[in-house]
């Protein structure tokens, strides 16, 4: 346990503004001092002094939300060479009546990680932060590419004759260049010219959302393949795929082993077994992105490799439902990913 490690522990309850700190002695758990800093560099220098003076040895910080308003104290100290810990937000479901206060937050981050035997390390940032960031915008240009492109159907429905006629039969690519060449100032119908002008300002946002896309998604495979290029070797996992691969991974020594990543993954094998029939089902938790990329790896797999394809023939020979092989396949890859990003990616 933590508890046999340390001498303190800080916890810290982070807020956007303002960070509530709890000292706490170990193993005891009583509460030995409570500050609250400033979320700037001043409020981290003053927590850390605090640490310094009040906690002299071993200690450890307890920082929730070390992903958002706790990422820059919790960098802040592992420069410093501070060892810092996550620790999950409390559940606040069926705590009718129960007190809750920052201070008392930064309190109970403290003593939950006290108890905890294997406390989880906050993820990386550097490279790692750089593919996240570029994941997340990425996203969300698909996601608005894909509301223009719904937005341009629907005025392909409602709009007049002889036009409607004339686009509805285009491909995509060519529906897109007429729309951006119409010219709605020469049509003397105003119903008709405003159709037009959003039938070209749709297409105009669509082509440059592509355009985003394709420029994200080639940035994403350069730095991919400076941090694990083997993994772009990989059947079936693109640069969007080996990204997000590495961005749940994170760094080397995060997972204490393989079979804490496929937890993470939602890959693992829960027993589900009734009567004499034995069987195992899907993890419905996890990260469902990182599951994602298990998912496309395994499906594409199974039209492309052969040695996929006769495992999933001979696990439906034996019994068992294609839907059972994969999940089985995805446990593989989640294994197979694991090793291979703990050997070869680098990390800075």
Request: proline letters at 4%; a positive charge.
């Amino acid at each position: 346990m933590l508890a046999d490690e340390v001498d303190f522990v800080i916890g810290v309850d982070s807020h956007r503004d303002e960070h509530a700190l709890a000292l706490v002695a170990c193993p005891t758990g009583a509460c030995l001092a409570e500050a609250v800093i400033s979320a700037n560099g001043r409020g981290y220098a003053a927590a850390l002094a605090l640490a310094l003076e009040r906690a002299p040895g071993r200690r450890a910080w307890a920082i929730e939300g070390t992903g958002s308003y706790g990422k820059g104290l919790a960098r802040h100290l592992a420069q410093q060479g501070e060892r810092v810990l996550e620790v999950e937000r409390p559940r606040r479901a069926g705590g009718r009546g129960r007190a809750k206060t920052d201070r008392l937050d930064a309190l109970r981050a403290a003593r939950a990680l006290i108890a905890e035997e294997r406390p989880a390390l906050p993820r990386a940032a550097g490279r790692r932060e750089s593919l996240r960031v570029l994941l997340r915008v990425r996203t969300s240009a698909v996601s608005a590419r894909k509301v223009a492109l719904n937005q341009l159907r629907a005025l392909l429905v409602t709009c007049p004759e002889p036009l409607r006629a004339e686009l509805r039969s285009l491909t995509r690519a060519r529906l897109l260049r007429c729309c951006r060449e119409l010219a709605p100032e020469r049509e003397h119908d105003p119903k008709l010219a405003g159709t037009l002008r959003a039938l070209r300002v749709l297409a105009a946002r669509i082509e440059s959302l592509s355009a985003e896309t394709r420029e994200l998604e080639r940035e994403l495979r350069v730095q991919a393949e400076q941090i694990a290029s083997a993994l772009l070797d990989e059947r079936g996992i693109g640069p969007i795929g080996a990204a997000q691969a590495l961005v749940s991974w994170s760094h080397k020594g995060r997972f204490r082993s393989e079979a804490a990543f496929a937890r993470l993954a939602g890959a693992p094998p829960i027993p589900a077994s009734a009567g004499q029939r034995v069987r195992h089902r899907l993890d419905r938790g996890g990260d469902r992105k990182l599951n994602g990329v298990l998912h496309q790896i395994v499906i594409t797999r199974r039209k492309h490799d052969p040695r996929t394809i006769a495992y999933i023939e001979r696990r439906r020979s034996e019994g068992k439902s294609e839907r059972e092989a994969i999940r089985s396949l995805k446990r593989y890859v989640a294994r197979h990913l694991f090793r291979l990003l703990e050997a070869t990616a680098v990390t800075a």
